[in-house]
């Protein structure tokens, strides 16, 4: 049910218990909002991390209002059995800790339990982006093997669902394990096919961080 009618529930609702007397209705009609309310604050949190993401490596600083947002929409998703969305909502408050605050032991409870809603629910999207951030806890650990296979599920999870440049994005990953474990030439060889996917989709970032690999390696 889209946001628009939630809303109109609610005004119908309004109208029975004015006009009839019947309040019946209201308390679903509570239970909309509150699924827009949740709606409204995942979103407003992801429009400030992406603001940080774009500024990250300059003078990026974190926004008291992101991690607010996202524990409300946690809350208020949880409190309507709304398990897809608790999953995205954990996710975030997990993609805060580790990319925001470099914080992974915060962030991994969080990433954990949003990937395995996500997997019940059968939300490919979150889950892809769950596996990403657990590979790159397990990358910073030295855990190569563990971090390979969690990019590699995310990037079929993501191919699956049509988001090419986050299957590149992943591949820079999968590079730096390569090159970690001593396998240059395939390292490489990824970069190379990373950047063949991410310049024809205007991945302009991704193609920075392949360019910068590829200077590292």
């Given amino acids: 049910m889209s946001a628009e009618d939630r809303i109109e529930r609610v005004r119908e609702a ?3 218990a004015v006009y009839s007397g019947d309040t019946g209705a209201l308390t679903e009609a509570e239970r909309a909002l509150d699924a827009v309310e949740a709606d409204v604050a995942l979103a407003r949190g992801k429009i400030l991390h992406a603001r940080y993401q774009a500024a990250a490596g300059s003078s990026a600083a974190e926004d008291p209002a992101e991690l607010p947002l996202f524990e409300r929409a946690l809350r208020l998703y949880r409190a309507l059995g709304d398990t897809r969305g608790e999953a995205e909502a954990l996710f975030w408050i997990g993609c805060l800790h580790q990319f925001v605050r470099r914080d992974d032991e915060a ?8 990937c395995r809603l996500a997997a019940e629910t059968g939300d490919h999207r979150t889950r892809a982006e769950a596996l990403r951030h657990l590979g790159i806890a397990a990358h ?5 093997d563990e971090a390979r296979e969690q990019l590699e599920e995310s990037s079929r999870l993501r191919r699956e669902i049509g988001n090419l440049p986050g299957v590149a994005s ?12 001593g396998r240059r030439a395939e390292a490489l060889a990824t970069l190379d096919e990373a950047y063949a996917i991410a310049r024809p989709h205007g991945a302009h970032a991704t193609v920075r961080h392949i360019e910068q690999a590829r200077t590292q390696m």
């Fill in 140 to 144: 910073a650990a030295g855990r190569w």
């Fill in 170 to 181: 992943n591949m820079v990953g999968l590079a730096y394990i390569a090159a970690a474990q």
């Fill in 107 to 114: 962030a991994l409870p969080h990433l954990e339990r949003s």
């Fill in 14 to 16: 309004c109208e029975q």
